[in-house]
């Protein structure tokens, strides 16, 4: 597919000293250590670094989900740390879609339900049977979560991550609980709704092969910034090594 995409170079999220403090004294752990970060509009972006070293405190703070200790985070012209809780519940429903480990699909609910339960609460919603046509699913509508394989029910919950159209995608070791052809499927999926759609889209990952797709590898150590690798010669998902 080409992609007919013009990348925007303005910053989607941009951080400031972005410090986390979990508990106080010699109990304290220091999750993030102040982040500087430039996260342009529109990437595909990867973080990647060893367990513990604050690659999801970074994600959940970037998504509304959690508050920084100290430090700023901009989402565009917003100021993520100075939005009131009802502020960064919109912020959450306006701009942002979550994909975890754990799909999270509701078990009574078939899959079109599952990503109606979406639409039918977002602003401007893709259909829900387009949602599931571009994570390659539209035949299996009609199939429970238990009916189908992990790699399924992951398309099912990027179907219903993307169907409310978020500008932000963020996606929590998506492929973790998967196999290398399943993993491989839902990573190009995932490069899909970067290209199609124009989302940017950040990947917390232990799996280095990921990176590989990325715009941008941004390894994280010990709740700091290592290195920030731009990618100059991103592959395709059938291309990566696993
Ligand atoms: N709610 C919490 N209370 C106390 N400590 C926490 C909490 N959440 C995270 N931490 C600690 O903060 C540090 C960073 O955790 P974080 O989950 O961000 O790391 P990570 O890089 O995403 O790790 P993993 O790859 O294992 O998911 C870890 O030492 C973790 O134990």
Redesign the pocket.
């Known amino acids: 597919m080409a992609d007919t995409r013009l990348k925007s170079l303005d910053a989607a999220f941009t951080t400031k000293g972005l410090t986390k403090t979990?508990?106080e004294g010699p109990a304290a752990?220091h999750?993030l250590r102040g982040v500087d970060l430039v996260i342009p509009d529109g990437e595909f972006v990867v973080l990647l670094?060893p367990?513990?070293?604050?690659?999801?405190?970074l994600l959940n703070i970037l998504g509304g989900l959690d508050r920084p200790s100290a430090g700023s985070a901009h989402f565009k012209d917003t100021e993520l740390t100075a939005l009131s809780d009802a502020e960064l519940t919109r912020y959450r429903r306006d701009h942002v879609g979550f994909v975890f480990q754990f799909y999270n699909l509701m078990p009574s609910l078939n899959a079109r339900e599952n990503v109606e339960l979406v639409t039918e609460i977002a602003r401007t919603p893709l259909d829900p049977d387009e949602a599931l046509a571009l994570v390659g699913l539209d035949k299996r509508a009609h199939h429970f979560p238990s009916e189908m394989s992990g790699g399924e029910q992951q398309r099912v919950a990027i179907a219903r991550a993307v169907a409310k159209r978020p500008t932000v995608l963020f996606c929590d070791e998506p492929t973790g609980a998967l196999d290398s052809a399943t993993g491989r499927a839902v990573l190009k999926v995932l490069t899909d709704v970067n290209e199609q759609l124009g989302t940017t889209v950040i990947i917390?990952t232990?799996a280095a092969n990921t990176a590989q797709l990325a715009d941008r590898v941004i390894h994280?150590a010990d709740g700091s910034i290592r290195e920030v690798i731009e990618n100059t010669a991103k592959l395709t998902a059938e291309q990566i090594e696993w």
């Open positions: 979990y508990g752990v999750a670094g367990s513990g070293s604050g690659k999801s405190t917390v232990h994280f």
